[in-house]
């Protein structure tokens, strides 16, 4: 296959690529179509790496409403209503929903997911469904599993003993949820045990960390120190972080140190944040959002996911990972020109890091030929307009195409 005429990554050169056998094998300004090889003229169009869903709830989405609607809409009456839900969970209802979910997101250009799976369910109903799919998606969207304690380790049912299963049965990722846990010493202590399950089974650790309001939840000092410490480190995300948005300036001064030194990554989820933080105040009202930016100039690693979509948390979404960037610009308020045209690296280069698949990843030669195609010629138009995924590509073959909208206006 012969892509012509693209704009790679904001490039305003443009360029041809080439794939054979499913590898990028040139990339150049000049390439001529070999004899029998497919062509693709991208149109002067901007060329991106797949888009990444760094963060999801795949067993839950497509199931807001059911068996009540989140009225208050906050984070409580969410895990609430999911322990309704889950009560008549099957492998069958999971797998159905998730299949819809899969093929949205793969027509919204994404290849690479990250889903966090229910361990807190005695029969690891979400665990089981979501690895059976993990292979059968095997060949066109990549899923990684987070076995997450949605209810808490230690404040659970044999919460231990569940997520330790959930990583026997061969998830990718150990979970925590500390700010969920009853006390400070559980939380501490349900760190202390997902990060030694990560590293007796050489797994990758991410941690629905301080999703709260309460400026005095501090799981974050605790997991940037046990990812320090464990020498994890970039193999460790932090997930939400909203507490820090609440924190006070002085205690951020001397966080910062710790986090830069242990290098782990964050995911802020920008729809849902904002939609569920800040239910308890009146008027300031908070943004719900962790410091964006200012996690990025301490040289952390900072991604976007979408978290939800339609489901007791988040009544919306449709898996579309330029509505996630864009909400997180304007929250975040990294507006200036040159913040919004890097804004893709958020569901890119940036979420790749923290799924740590950078040497599979990427417009490179020598790499898995996966990318797309956006009708548009660079990312900055291409988000103002929520532009078109034309062709989403994996290894060479075509796995999405969109036809372009056709808009037309008499007078």
């Not at 290849?111 to 292979?135: G, S």
């Not at 920008?270 to 105040?281: E, F, K, S, T, Y």
């Amino acid at each position: 296959m012969l892509i012509t005429n693209a704009y790679i990554e904001n490039s305003t050169e443009l360029t041809n690529i080439r794939i054979e056998n499913g590898f990028f094998t040139e990339i150049a300004a000049n390439l001529t179509p070999l004899a029998g090889e497919e062509v693709i003229d991208a149109g002067s169009k901007l060329v991106l790496p797949p888009f990444i869903e760094p963060h999801i709830h795949l067993d839950s989405c497509l199931t807001a409403g059911e068996p009540k609607w989140n009225e208050s809409g906050t984070l409580f009456e969410g895990i609430e209503t999911w322990a309704l839900r889950k009560q008549s969970l099957t492998v069958e209802d999971i797998k159905e929903r998730v299949n819809r979910v899969i093929r949205m997101q793969a027509a919204n250009g994404i290849q690479f997911v990250r889903t966090h799976a229910d361990t807190t369910d005695p029969n690891l109903t979400t665990v089981k469904a979501l690895l059976e799919l993990r292979e059968d998606f095997k060949d066109t969207v990549e899923i990684q599993v987070v076995a997450f304690p949605q209810d808490g380790i230690f404040s659970s049912p044999n919460g231990k003993e569940l997520l330790e299963e959930a990583v026997k049965m061969g998830v990718d990722v150990v979970g925590a949820i500390p700010h969920y846990e009853f006390t400070r010493e559980y939380a501490v202590e349900s760190l202390r045990f997902a990060v030694d399950l990560a590293v007796k089974y050489d797994k990758l650790v991410d941690v629905h960390c301080d999703e709260i309001d309460d400026e005095q939840s501090r799981g974050l000092e605790v997991l940037a120190a046990l990812a320090l410490e464990t020498g994890l480190k970039n193999k460790v995300t932090a997930s939400h972080t909203t507490a820090m948005g609440s924190y006070n300036n002085a205690y951020v001064l001397k966080l910062m140190r710790l986090l830069k030194l242990s290098d782990i990554n964050f995911v802020a989820n920008p729809l849902v944040n904002i939609h569920l933080q800040g239910r308890a105040d009146t008027y300031p009202k908070r943004r719900g959002l962790t410091r964006v930016e200012e996690l990025m100039d301490n040289h952390n690693n900072v991604a976007f996911g979408h978290d939800d979509v339609f489901d007791p948390w988040y009544p919306l979404g449709d898996g579309n990972m330029m509505e996630v960037v864009h909400m997180g610009l304007h929250v975040a308020q990294m507006m200036g020109y040159q913040q919004i045209m890097d804004s893709y690296k958020f569901i890119t280069h940036n979420a790749a890091r923290t799924l740590h698949i950078e040497d599979r990843y990427g417009i490179e030669v020598g790499k898995p030929a996966n990318l797309i195609i956006l009708n548009e010629t660079n990312w900055y138009n291409a988000l103002n307009k929520r532009s078109e995924v034309l062709y989403s590509i994996n290894r060479g073959n075509i796995i999405a195409s969109t036809q372009p909208k056709v808009k037309e206006v008499f007078f």
